[in-house]
Nanobody, 112 residues
Framework: QLEDSGGGLVQAGASLRLSCAAS????????MSWYRQAPGKERELVAT????????NYADSVKGRFTISRDNVKNTVNLLMNSLQPEDTAVYYC???????WGQGTQVTVSS
């Protein structure tokens, strides 16, 4: 299971930190990702982190602003989002894609 948290309503330029708590599987064995889905748009990949945390990848739209990290002791994956913009407004989901697990999503709303 994956449980997302940390979303909210912020103004443009603010920061938010999303967290995802994992349970029920061997978390340290799986790459983890954050996706987001804005109203009327398809779900898109935001960031991915390898099982060890040694490799990360980002969508071009968030590169330099967002940072994905993980703690394989606490079984958590985080997404630090800086310099948020209205176009970042979406429901954010963490996923262990190869396991087929998705969090329930957490809403991020950025006002201009």
């Amino acid at each position: 299971q994956l449980e997302d948290s940390g979303g909210g309503l912020v103004q443009a330029g603010a920061s938010l930190r999303l967290s995802c708590a994992a349970s029920g599987f061997t978390f340290r064995s799986y790459a983890m990702s954050w996706y987001r889905q804005a109203p009327g748009k398809e779900r898109e990949l935001v960031a991915t982190i390898s099982s060890t945390g040694g490799t990360t990848n980002y969508a071009d739209s968030v590169k330099g602003r967002f940072t994905i990290s993980r703690d394989n002791v606490k079984n958590t994956v985080n997404l630090l989002m800086n310099s948020l913009q209205p176009e970042d407004t979406a429901v954010y989901y963490c996923t262990a894609l190869l396991r087929g697990y998705w969090g329930q999503g957490t809403q991020v709303t950025v006002s201009s």
